[in-house]
């Protein structure tokens, strides 16, 4: 079992920046493939960003791309996702993401473990 916890997420104006992290505890992530995703109020949850175990491939939603950059540094089983230029439609809980499997995805179904999400909410 892996268990994610999320965290860095917060209150910003619109053009700021934000750094979420997800570290992972219970076994080591460095063969998983990782994702974050988010949910808006009254919206279903979207694919935001995604990151092969390796680090080496990575894909991002068309609206976040340019703007977001999704790492990973697997001694620290952790996982990130840089985030600038924020607009108030980024606003929306975030959410991490692991997958069975090296290659990352743009699926939510193809997901096994999923953390509690953290807030993010960009003001105009």
């Known amino acids: 079992q892996v268990q994610l916890v999320e965290s860095g997420g917060g209150l910003v104006q619109a053009g700021g920046s934000l750094r979420l992290s997800c570290t992972a505890s219970?076994?080591?992530?460095?063969?998983?493939?990782m994702g974050w995703f988010r949910q808006a109020p009254g919206k279903e949850r979207e694919f935001v960003s995604t990151?092969?175990?390796?680090?080496?491939?990575?894909a991002y939603a068309d609206s976040v791309k340019g703007r977001f950059t999704i790492s990973r540094d697997n001694a620290k089983n952790t996982v990130y996702l840089q985030m600038s230029s924020l607009k108030p439609e980024d606003t929306a809980v975030y959410y991490c993401?692991?997958?069975?499997?090296?290659?990352?995805?743009?699926?939510?179904?193809?997901?096994?473990?999923w953390g509690q999400g953290t807030q993010v909410t960009v003001s105009s």
């Open positions: 993401t692991a997958k069975l499997g090296g290659r990352g995805s743009t699926q939510r179904r193809e997901y096994d473990y």
């Open positions: 219970g076994r080591t992530i460095s063969m998983n493939a």
């Open positions: 990151i092969s175990s390796t680090g080496g491939s990575t």
